[in-house]
């Protein structure tokens, strides 16, 4: 596996980059197209085998995407990304290249090829293939299990045995529509388009 410069390989505690549960970006890429979108209904499902859950609307983009090449990362931000993060939630990428209009970079993994955010540059990364996908449990949402194949850490911000440093990281969390909260504070968002 191949871990980029500046981040410390987490595979072994990666369910804790989702702890508390942060405001995501899903980041997917088929038949040359690439997409991402803000979700919040991920989860650990297990850790041996590492596993994670991601819930998406059958209608997204990204979902059709992730569908289609069976690979997807989950990306995790600071309160600092609020704006990139709730825009990236509310502009559908069906028709619209989302990483020009919001000025964003993706690249792949060299050794997974699994696409994630390059900028803004995440805090946490979990590189995911997709082990099954569930579309009857809900009648508009694909829970979609996959495996964690690769998971890294800001290495000034990430603790192994305990998970991120909260004394001195801000993770987005969403609270509702504009709202974002880390600790004990609203942040709200404003749409950069």
Partial sequence: MSTPQGYVDVRDSWYYILHPRPAYIIVAEANGKTNFMAASWVMPLSEEPPRIVVALDKESYTAKLIVDSGVFSV??????????????GTI??????????????VSKNPATGIPRIERPRPIGVIESRVYKIYGDVAEDVYLVVGDVVAAYADEKLFNERFGWDLRNTKILLHAAGRGFTTNSYVYVARKLI
């Fill in 75 to 88: 990306n995790v931000y600071t309160v600092n990304e609020r704006d990139f993060v709730y825009s990236a």
């Fill in 92 to 105: 559908s990428g069906k028709d619209t290249d989302k990483l020009s209009l919001l000025g964003a970079k």
